[in-house]
């Protein structure tokens, strides 16, 4: 009696390669789009993510803003003093980060500017940002679990090119925002 496995022949390395070799003939745009994709897979892996100048900055972005570390400076808050934020998001310190991932900061307002900021000038700007909050989040200020705060370009910025101030929003315990404030109504 014969064994079924042994009626049929067991197909070599070398027969195994043609095989794969001739369906890969066979299928060239499908193998060029998985490797297109692994490509961007492993670049998006290794790379860091892309940083944020202030003029590239729209309403709704999601920011990881790089600062010193907020317990070396005795706070608990991980996401930065606003002023350290300001300083390291208009060197270039800042990066996009996904709304749904976590994150420190979002933009709710871009203001352009159309003088130099001059001695004073902040308290407007704040002003312009709080008046931002409750369209961006759904819920008043007085009222929510975030803050604002504007971040304004300093004179030698301004002649950089930086003519706008930013409008953040950051938790008000200081902590790392894990869905977007946009519409949260919190």
């Keep these: ?3 079924e496995r042994d009626r049929y022949t067991r197909m070599t390395l070398r027969d195994q ?11 060239r745009l499908l193998v060029i789009a998985l490797l297109v994709a692994a490509i961007y897979v ?12 202030p003029n590239d900055l729209r309403v709704g972005d999601c920011l990881f803003v790089r600062t010193a570390s907020m ?8 996401i930065g003093d606003p002023a350290l934020v300001g300083v390291s998001l208009l060197s270039g310190g800042a990066d996009r980060a996904p709304c ?9 307002a871009v203001l352009e500017l159309p003088a130099a900021p ?5 308290a407007g700007l704040e002003r312009d940002c709080a008046a931002a909050f409750e369209p961006y989040v759904g819920r008043a200020l007085i009222a929510s679990s975030y803050e604002t705060f504007a971040v304004v370009p300093t004179a030698a910025q301004w002649d950089a090119g930086i003519h706008r101030a930013i409008c953040l929003i950051a938790r008000v315990d200081g902590q790392w925002m894990t869905h977007p404030a946009r519409a949260s109504g919190e």
């Excluded at 390669?17 to 299928?27: A, F, K, S, Y």
């Design 1 to 3: 009696m014969t064994r």
């Design 17 to 27: 390669l043609e095989g794969l070799l001739d369906w890969i003939r066979g299928h």
């Design 42 to 53: 492993v670049t998006q892996l290794i790379l860091p993510p892309p940083t944020v100048r």
């Design 71 to 78: 317990s070396d400076l005795g706070s608990d808050a991980p």
């Design 100 to 108: 749904g991932a976590s994150h420190g900061h979002e933009v709710s």
């Design 118 to 122: 001059a001695a004073g000038q902040q």
